[in-house]
């Protein structure tokens, strides 16, 4: 019924279409599958239901079932695609809009085609579609997807011009081949031509969020532990800090509101104070993953970050702020000090001082009573925090399942369930020190990593989500301290799995992770992804000029020329002498080179054929001092003359000047059983 509808419209009748038959058909069907599956991950799922609807059209058309859409078929599909973009990206135009819009283009365009010529146009579009895949992932993985598709794109223009049988392997073989004598050029192309920012540093609407937020309740780091996804990869430039100096700080949180704390202003004036003497310079490189935010990581106080694009400032409290939100993968090279020291006594103004020890009213009454007995106490700013620290070591306990908190969670935490994350440490620890009258924010960020000894990097997951407390001890300014390692040392020394208890352990591990092999494996895959990361994603202007000068001695105009011209060169001489090799083997037919064989085991025992003289007359010699051999000769000579010299059978119908396979074989299989003269 809905056939007939709209077969109302069409003009074309409903007969099987000549100019795509069924093989060249199913080739574009199989390359529009090829090329859309890996964005319907990203693109609304109706999209790959329009590209179904089209395909099943196309074959009904082809099946003379269905005709060709007419007008008004046209104008309502366009008008559906159009309200169905309108209300997945609620009229916003970014990366996945006019993906979008290019894969419905893509679909419908599969039930217009009239002709090769609109074929030949719904591939080019395919190669449009092949480069859309990089937007949305880099990985090698990706990569080597894109590689596929484009051999199979090739495989696909050539089947449309192809007038005989052949099979699917040596299409995909051909196409392969075609794609590989394009490599070298591309790679070429890739290391000479001036870099201009990749495309897919684009910034897309659903790019990655993964990580933490710019505020941290009870149960959000917890929640991260459970992902192993990676969150960046460092490299240092000299020496490995120790395991205790990895707290890659992301954010300062220093405003709380009774249940959560958050950051005031990530922006704010320069830190570098040029009284501080900065100790243990450390320099290291960062590939972050896109996380949706625009902070960056860096081992306690950065002095310095540069990017390609410069887009990193630090900020007051030595934080790395980037200028847009990391939507794509970034890397950046950081200095920074493990210590620093200052020759006066540094200072903080009272508004500073009442904004890092003010609390919401009336929130946590236990513990305020608590911190206020210690200051009854007489206590200093040090005795205090090493009681709190005493405290933690004593009486709790660390687990990725802490019970649930009410309104006054940290006083329902420290004086009942003493159970918790390390989020619960650092929120429930800076809030009894400001209770205090001591000056404490929450920083938010990751703890350790793990080395990868194949490439020497660093790798840190999400799963090393930490957070700890910055206190201002009077004549030292702000010192890090972490209340998680007085309760769980483990953690901080071995990492997360060695802190855990069984049943906690559950939950973050799996089958997979207790097999030598698979972690060796998923080592080495890491290593493989970094590699590819750092020389081809993070292949930048500076590191282009670097190669070119090291390869060309510079990166003037001239000197890129004659690069290029020398390459041509090899690469035309290459080209020409394989040509050449081509030639001279085909020009020594097969039975020659089986004879040359036999001559070569005659040769052994001084018997040799000198040129000009027949295969005939070199028998007939051999013959005269060693008849015994007169029958395997003559057999020999027989299957050579048959060969070379009597014309193929008329039921060869596909003759070629090819000998046939059964004769030569026999002649190589006499030749190889002829006994040592």
Not at 126 to 155: E, N, R
Not at 208 to 213: M, R
Not at 471 to 494: H, L, S, Y
Request: charged content about 20%; some cysteine; proline content about 6%.
């Amino acid at each position: 019924m809905i056939a007939r509808i709209w077969q109302r419209g069409s003009k074309v009748p409903a007969t099987r279409t000549e100019y795509l038959v069924r093989d060249k058909l199913v080739w574009l069907l199989i390359m529009q599958a090829v090329l859309i599956l890996p964005l319907i991950f990203n693109l609304p799922v109706w999209l790959s239901l329009v590209w179904a609807f089209a395909a099943c059209w196309r074959v009904q058309m082809f099946r003379a079932r269905w005709g060709a859409p007419g007008k008004l078929t046209k104008t309502l599909l366009t008008c559906a695609c159009a309200l169905g973009m309108y209300a997945s990206y609620a009229g916003q135009s970014g990366t996945e809009t006019m993906i979008g819009l290019l894969v419905c283009a893509f679909s419908l365009k599969l039930i217009e085609v009239n002709s090769i010529r609109d074929a030949q146009l719904l591939i080019l579009i395919g190669f449009i579609i092949c480069s859309t895949q990089l937007l949305f992932s880099q990985s090698p993985q990706m990569a080597a997807y894109c590689l596929i598709s484009v051999a199979q794109l090739l495989a696909s223009w050539r089947s449309l011009y192809l007038t005989r049988a052949q099979t699917t392997g040596a299409r995909l073989k051909r196409g392969s081949a075609i794609l590989l004598h394009a490599l070298p050029i591309m790679l070429v192309l890739f290391v000479v031509i001036p870099r201009l920012g990749p495309l897919w540093a684009t910034p897309n609407q659903q790019a990655a969020k993964t990580g933490f937020s710019d505020s941290l309740a009870p149960g959000d780091l917890g929640n991260l532990a459970l992902n192993p996804a990676p969150a960046f990869r460092v490299s240092f430039n000299d020496k490995v800090p120790s395991v205790c100096q990895l707290y890659w700080r992301g954010l300062v949180l220093d405003n709380f509101d009774g249940r959560s704390w958050r950051m005031r202003d990530p922006w704010g004036g320069r830190t570098i104070d040029s009284n501080e003497i900065k100790r243990d310079l450390i320099t290291y490189n960062i590939i972050v993953e896109p996380h949706g935010q625009p902070w960056l990581f860096s081992l306690m106080t950065p002095q310095q970050a540069q990017t390609p694009s410069s887009t990193v400032r630090i900020t007051t409290d030595s934080l790395l702020m980037n200028r847009i939100p990391v939507a794509q993968r970034m890397s950046y090279e950081v200095t920074s000090a493990l210590q620093i020291e200052w020759p006066e006594m540094p200072q903080l103004s009272k508004p500073q001082r009442d904004n890092f020890t003010r609390l919401p009213k009336g929130s946590n009454p236990q513990t305020r009573e608590m911190a206020q007995n210690w200051q009854r106490q007489q206590l200093s700013d040090q005795q205090i925090v090493e009681r709190a620290l005493a405290l933690f070591n004593r009486e709790f306990s660390y687990t990725l399942q802490p019970p649930t908190l009410g309104q006054h969670s940290v006083d329902e935490f420290l004086f009942q369930t003493k159970r918790g994350f390390c989020e619960h440490f650092a929120s429930s620890f800076s809030f009894l020190l400001r209770a205090a009258g001591i000056p404490a924010r929450v920083v938010v960020g990751y703890q350790g990593g793990k080395w990868n000894p194949l490439e020497n990097y660093l790798l840190v997951r999400q799963s090393d989500a930490h957070a700890w407390t910055e206190v201002w001890i009077e004549g030292k300014g702000w010192q890090m301290i972490d209340p998680t390692a007085a309760v769980a040392p483990n953690r901080i020394e071995q990492g997360i799995n060695e802190a855990l208890s069984e049943s906690d352990l559950k939950l973050v591990s799996s089958a997979w992770e207790n097999s030598p092999l698979f972690l060796q494996l998923q080592i080495r895959w890491d290593a493989a992804t970094y590699v590819w990361q750092r020389w081809v994603l993070n292949y930048d202007t500076e590191t282009q000029d670097g190669l070119l000068s090291r390869l060309l001695g510079g990166t003037e105009p001239w000197r890129l020329t004659l690069g290029l011209i020398a390459l041509g060169l090899v690469g035309a001489a290459l080209f020409a002498w394989l040509l050449l090799r081509n030639q001279l083997i085909h020009v020594v037919r097969p039975e020659v080179r089986a004879i040359q064989k036999l001559e070569q085991k005659l040769a052994q025992s001084g018997h040799r054929r000198p040129p000009g003289e027949t295969l005939g007359n070199f028998i007939q010699r051999l013959l005269s001092t060693h008849p015994e051999y007169r029958q395997a000769l003559e057999v020999i000579h027989q299957l050579f003359v048959k060969i070379a010299y009597e014309p193929p059978l008329a039921t060869q119908v596909h003759h070629t000047d090819k000998p046939h396979p059964d004769e030569l074989k026999q002649l190589e299989r006499a030749i190889k059983n002829f006994p040592k003269v």
